[in-house]
């Protein structure tokens, strides 16, 4: 089985170590996109380039593909123009988080991304289990000064979400510091969802179980369905 | 005051009619977007040069501007890079549509936008009030053949809607029958909503009244922000 | 065009400037009602009189009217009586308030709507919207003494509730008040929907769209029908 | 105890059926309002005379009130200008159904009353409870013509319902024909909740348990409220 | 009229008063559950024996049951097994409450009941009117040893939920304690809701009223069901 | 990695194929219950058993729990009583189908639990996506007589459930037929997820991630939390 992660592909390594044996993981980045995802000016900049990038992973016959932003943009679009599962991290790690406990938050680092991960949640269904989306508030410039500053304000907001929000499971929205989601979990006692992870082993599951994204819900373009053998005339 | 319609040139002469003497109406074209939109994978694909031209447009001094997709791509994305209204036909209709009556529908003519209507309906907020979203049943690539035959269907599936459905009041999602929207009303006997139309004026509205949508709904991209003076050191 | 606002004549001059230049804004006063509206017993005492005065002014010739009252109190019934858009400041601001962010709040002087205003907000389908409505806690004996003093109380609680009830946009619902809106806005930095303001822009933008409340939802009461034939005999 | 009904007198005998034995039950007219209750315009007619004589039953000794219009109009209102409990048959004959079953129904005589029902049935609270209103199709003016058909016609309805709508309870909003509900019940297979009955018994529940309604949903009037000593010098 | 309290046979007295003259209240105990009830592991192993007795129950005659546990467990298994109302203290308080006023809260003693009891609401369909269910936080080893101390407690607890979380309503979730729900009531100004207490009269009424919950709700089990005549050839 | 699966140990080498290769699945029956579990009173019936296996299985050292029924009976109990994770297949092959589509539906044979099944969804946190649970119409005792036939009218009903209750996505809600899910979804055309495998799997994802569910959602009963110090004098 090969999954392709769309992201940096210096994150390939580490991604590798989420999947089962025997899963390949390829990371890959889209072309055309910004240098980082800090708004939603720079996820719909970087859809265009996924799409095109997911249509050529198809063909090049991946079983799968995650898309590497958090907030899934595009995840509706990606799934009109393939067939095989397209797993959004944001959506799965919120319907992970609703299977492990009554109300769930996630927490992220970037003030722009709460509002569109609020809005996520009543797309994917689930915002009657969403306590609060809470973000850290320290400027986009200065989150990758000092990472141990940031982890360390991190776990101080999540225990206030925790015990004020009444958020028993977590989902840590934030790229790099995803990676160390089982640290944050140790110090707060709570579940802590890890979206790459999950999204990563849910397209496996999904793989393993012959399931794929329904095209009744994400139909094929017009403009790329097969004409029909009267219009080829 | 001045209005940007971004969509077809075409239509710059009957968007005029739409809105208030004294009222100026350009419509523009976004550049890098597909012929037409039937489908998401169309809409994200538009998004990205309707950011460029909506930053054109503020600085050229316009006061409003309306997307002219009914699904309203991007319009979170728009509204962090610009201050001036930015008023989407779909979210704009179907709050008009509330106001009117108990429940209203979604009427289209394309199959790829049913879905992602009802979760413009989630997103807006009206999803209680969302009766249906229907479309057709008239393939992408024969809907032009006969715009009266279409029209037509479009009455019949409409009476359908209202009867079965319980839809007190209708939204045309369809671009251009939309213009026909008074005929539409006249032929089934309830308030049909002309998107675009109420777009428009609602962007007047918000320009008399001095509003526009809240920067800490639609923060500005901190690649965009003004750097603090800490930083320009 | 001719919109009539039914409340205090007083207010003429000032409400004819928020209507568009050659709308003509006529105030009037419905007959019977109490002297102030300030709990749900002083609305329904003051409906009977507007549904009278709403057959009134339809038979006059106008061409849409505007309740004064911000809680909207008989709206329903109104909308059965005539034909022509009836369009009430509470349910107009809250659709408005939800196109320009993700969540709004109502801040009013009067304990006795906090409720029924939360009520209003789920008819109108737009609950999932509202973050709080929230009241200044002067007693109503005392709100006009010191109208400055109440501002500024109104102040400080729309600034409690932008960052306690994390609400985007704001509601000003409270009749005198409501004149100051844009100097609220311009104090907490978010949108100040004036409920007055933008039901009469409203009004003016159904009659330029030929659109009223649907009669479905709103049917002529069967008392005021006209009688089949069969009983004229 | 003595519970007032406030609706027809010819009434009274029957109610008295209703209540437990020792429960005196009074039927009372309120002035001042229309001959019948067919629309929303009816029912705001009638609130201010229910209102005066709401006042008058407290001063009375009466233990408890039940308005005898399904629709509890002006509920809010009467409940903030008595302390004694206010039992609306309409709020009250829902939240006895949702105790029966999954979901319910409530099938009507009048076509104006539907969409209010279900407004009412969202304030309640128990919306998602609520599986349709339904009415019989039958013009006012014929209703009476032939009992006998109109129940026949309200169970067919009732079939429809159940099986169309899959409602496990039904409440029968009609006043005369609320009597018929056992009736009804025996022959749709299914509870059948009489709005009056439900109102009066809980009724005599809440004087027992001594319950009413919070003053801080329904607060007293600030224009009824005793003044302070500081204002009356 | 005979109705059966399911749970401690000492609470037969102080039960007995709260239902009406001439209605025997029963308490009979259940065999096989656990000695207390302080947790969902509790609830469940008590429901078998409770479900046992309900079939003993209506085998006997009774017209009624009222299981002891606030947490309803088992209620829907209940109703399958038996055509008498089954009448669940928690649902039933629930409901009251929401016709009591605008939001109500629970408070209970039990941490282990909290999530629970949030999920119980929007089984019965008022989780709209929910403010927040709150514990107070001592532990259950405690609780007995100075019930002065934890009704104090309860005090604080129920003050804090009116103000902080505006609950109007509150239900007194908690066995022994719910016999001090007027105490409770004085002390902190809004109606408190005795589960047992509504729940009891609730049954009178559904017997007075010859309702009962549905049996398309609750149908009953195929394994109890009487056989077809084919089948028993 | 090993996951014991609760049921019928007849289905071990069945399920075994479910899971990665290097995961040990282990069927194991719990001790008590009914024969069958076909309506909710067979539900409680059968958890007190799976409770004390499970306490036994985490003390075997199993990493995973995975109850066999469908409608998740005693879930929230089993995850109080133990540490490893438990996962329900109801809820999670919902939470799985809302990640594939738009809505899905729940197909399954048994009238007695299609209720139970959308309070579950409720539950869960998922009803938003839940376009409704149907079941197929053969009595109990007829289901198990010709599987083929039974089968065939599952595809019909599924079908029927697709084109009325627009479901993308179909959950097979049967015990034995879901393993014939692949087959299903061949003849639908639409995803068809079966339960069990998305359940094992997930466990399997929880194990790997190191997640399991929150103990501030299910706590230790307190007759099983460890003593504290005080106590033990």
Redesign the interface.
Known sequence: MRICYVGPTSRQAALQAFV???VELVARRASGG?PSI????????S??GI?ELAMELEREGFDAIVPGCFGDP?L??LR??VDIPV?GPG??AM??A?????RFSVVTV???VV??L??LA????????LASVRQIGI???ELNNDLDATFSRLIDVSRET?EQDRA??LVLGCGTLSFRS?EL?AAVG??V??PL??AL??A???V????????????V????AP??AS?AD
Do not use: F, W
């Open positions: 089962s044996p025997g910004p800090e708004s939603m000016y720079d996820e719909y900049l859809v265009p799409m595009g509706d679009a009109e123009v797993v959506a799965t319907l992970v609703a299977n492990l406990g009554h970037l003030e722009n509002r569109p609020e809005n009543l797309i994917t269904g689930v915002a009657a289990k400027p986009v410039l925790i028993d499971v089982a979990q709570v579940p969802v890890n992870q999950v082993r849910t496996e599951m999904l393993a179980c012959g399931l794929s994204h329904s095209k009744r819900s994400y139909p373009p017009p403009k790329m004409q029909p219009m």
